[in-house]
């Protein structure tokens, strides 16, 4: 069965520096897409960035980049330069096969908490 | 509208009622999903609606929980004779057109407590 894991359910990061955040998932699916969510106190979550199996160069999105190591079965989560508006849970998750028909159900790990101190 | 809304934010209510939750999702968007996320925990699956196909219901719990979604837009999540560990919050989120990559928009929630 498909799973992630996020061992850190806390980090703490001094404003301006980068994190990394990490994620590991387990498939015997040879096609998957890997997804970061960060969810502020607010509740909403918030798409940052998308990582497919079959992409050759890791994914990036402004200030977020994806660590995809597919041997290692890793999808960490660096931001750069952090921001005080930074702080709040980070979830790696997984879409779930069937993927074919648009079936997008995704499975989540955990999360991590990111505290970003001035 | 903007994006997904959902209401109530909050709902108390006492073991053993019924409870509606409500999701408006984004206009124009085919493919909507309800979660439940409990204290401290990632986001588990419940229903994902489809256009005019039959929901996908895999992710309910119990035969309590059940789900509509009239004209296409509107969904409502009805949970009866409610339980403590229905407790948590209820996610919904809508997309495009439900294909594989595509990212989903999720509303606020809305906290359930069940006293």
């Known amino acids: 069965a498909q799973k992630i894991t996020q061992t850190q359910p806390g980090m703490f990061v001094q404003e301006k520096e980068a994190v990394t955040l990490d994620c590991t998932y387990d498939?015997?699916?040879?096609?998957?897409?890997l997804f970061w969510y960060k969810q502020p106190s607010s509740g909403e979550m918030i798409f940052l960035i998308y990582?497919?199996?079959?992409?050759?160069q890791n994914a990036t999105e402004g200030r977020y980049s994806l660590n995809f190591q597919k041997a290692r079965k890793s999808a960490n989560l660096v931001i750069s330069a952090s921001q005080l508006g930074d702080s709040a849970m980070y979830f790696c998750?997984?879409?779930?096969?069937?993927?074919?028909?648009?079936?997008?159900?995704?499975?989540f790990g955990a999360g991590t908490r990111l505290a970003v101190h001035p | 509208g903007a994006g997904v809304s959902q209401s109530p934010s909050n709902k108390v209510t006492e073991k053993g009622k019924d409870v509606e939750l409500r999701c408006d999702p984004i206009?124009?968007?085919?493919?909507l999903y309800w979660y439940r996320q409990s204290l401290g925990q990632g986001l588990e699956f419940l229903i994902y609606?489809?256009?005019?196909?039959?929901?996908?219901k895999s992710g309910l719990p119990s035969d309590r929980f059940s789900a509509e979604r009239t004209g296409g837009s509107v969904s409502t999540l009805t949970i009866q004779r409610t339980q403590q560990e229905d407790s948590a919050v209820y996610l919904c989120?809508?997309?495009?057109?439900?294909?594989?990559?595509?990212?989903?928009?999720f509303g606020s929630g809305t906290q359930l407590s069940v006293l």
């Open positions: 989120a809508s997309s495009v057109s439900g294909t594989d990559n595509e990212k989903l928009f």
């Open positions: 498939t015997s699916d040879q096609s998957y897409g």
């Open positions: 990582q497919g199996s079959y992409d050759e």
């Open positions: 998750a997984m879409r779930e096969p069937p993927f074919s028909g648009g079936y997008n159900k995704l499975i």
């Open positions: 206009s124009g968007h085919t493919a």
């Open positions: 609606f489809q256009g005019n196909s039959a929901p996908d």
